[in-house]
């Protein structure tokens, strides 16, 4: 046995293998526990639109939480327009007073209702945040006017102030909420699709460029280095319809919602895939093998970046700027329009045809800098040269 052991030992690949498990170690500690400080401390990015259509509470309402809620809030001039700017992410919940709110508290029948909607098609974390938020809300005022209106009844019936407050206490609920939410995500499995899809197309595609890399040095003495780019740069296109092709099918075979249908949900996904794997040979053309190390530090910045666990507004200044140069952070805005719905994917579809069309014009450009080998016929072979 020891033997054995000296003899992998003395192999470098077994020294790479063991330098490569450390590296993930330091790189994900270092880059997850700096991605995600101070998330908590980052509400305050989240943003609430309130609709006001009554005058009377409604107006008091809306006053308190603009002063009190840890959120940016911001007015808006219709419900229509409101849940317009839900439906995009530009807001991440819409809080409605009602026209008849305030006569509603104030009388003897229903109660008044506040009516907050919520867009699903987002990291789990944010319904969790904001169905937390709408429950205080209505906590809060409905204490405030059972307070308010108790009190004014009986004060009027002349009763003694201590007794006001008793009574005024333990009265019935005048405050109920009416959550709603839009693009609904059918299980926490279909939630952490979007997660998935990234995390097996960035890893899948770091492997498959290694795998080409080798290739690639192998065949540097037979075929010329615009014919080896040229040819990974096919066999990159063909292989991600193919990968995304399964893909897709097995999401939605094993239960897997998509809003948008099975063509846009496989079509979209080639794309991703194809920019990841022309991002990671990038660095593979760069650096050699040497170039994993980065697609390390590219797998794990774009998990924490990307979306799909944290809002990248509850991310650092730094984090959520990076996020914009990332081609994970378009691959999980499209994938969740496309699941659970919201806009089209026209937006996230071009960043990523830029990002892809900048990977493959500066591993061009690694290419034509690079000496290569001459390339010589092996004796039998039937590749014919290409250009050195």
């Not at 699903?120 to 944010?126: D, F, G, K, L, M």
Request: neutral net charge.
């Amino acid at each position: 046995m020891g033997e054995a052991i000296k003899a992998f030992m003395k192999r470098p690949t077994t020294k790479i293998g063991i330098i490569t498990a450390l590296m993930f170690q330091v790189i994900f500690s270092l880059i997850w526990m700096t991605g995600y400080n101070g998330v908590t401390d980052n509400t305050k990015n989240l943003r609430i639109a309130i609709v006001n259509e009554d005058t009377q509470m409604g107006s008091k309402v809306q006053e308190q939480l603009e002063k009190n809620l840890p959120f940016h809030v911001e007015k808006s001039s219709s419900i229509e327009a409101a849940r317009e700017q839900l439906n995009n992410r530009e807001i991440q919940m819409v809080v409605h007073i009602p026209a008849d709110f305030s006569a509603k508290v104030a009388g003897p029948g229903q109660p008044g209702e506040l009516k907050y909607y919520l867009n699903e098609s987002n990291p789990a974390t944010i319904k969790s945040i904001m169905t937390g938020v709408s429950a205080q809300i209505t906590a809060t005022v409905n204490k405030q006017a059972i307070e308010a209106g108790a009190a004014g009844i009986l004060t009027q019936a002349k009763m003694p102030g201590e007794q006001v407050s008793a009574i005024s206490g333990g009265l019935s609920e005048r405050v109920i909420s009416n959550v709603q939410t839009d693009n609904k995500v059918e299980g926490m499995n279909n939630q952490m699709v979007p997660m998935m899809m990234v995390l097996a197309s960035y890893v899948g595609a770091m492997i498959m460029g290694m795998n080409m890399e080798q290739s690639s040095m192998a065949l540097s003495g037979q075929v010329g280095k615009w014919r080896r780019f040229g040819a990974r740069t096919i066999i990159n296109a063909v292989s991600a319809l193919v990968v995304a092709l399964v893909g897709s099918s097995l999401v939605l075979a094993l239960g897997g919602q998509s809003e948008q249908g099975f063509l846009t949900m496989w079509l979209f996904q080639s794309l991703f895939v194809m920019v990841f794997m022309f991002v990671s040979q990038l660095f593979l053309l760069l650096f050699g093998m040497a170039g994993m190390l980065f697609n390390i530090i590219m797998l794990s910045a774009q998990l924490v970046t990307s979306g799909a666990m944290v809002p990248r507004e509850l991310l650092s200044d730094f984090y959520f700027s990076l996020s914009s140069y990332l081609p994970a952070t378009y691959a999980v805005e499209g994938n969740m329009n496309i699941l659970f719905g919201g806009p089209s994917v026209g937006e996230a579809s071009l960043a990523l045809v830029i990002i892809g069309l900048v990977a493959i014009v500066l591993g061009a450009g690694v290419t034509a800098v690079r000496r290569a080998p001459q390339p010589q016929r092996q004796p039998g072979s039937d590749i014919s040269p290409g250009l050195a």
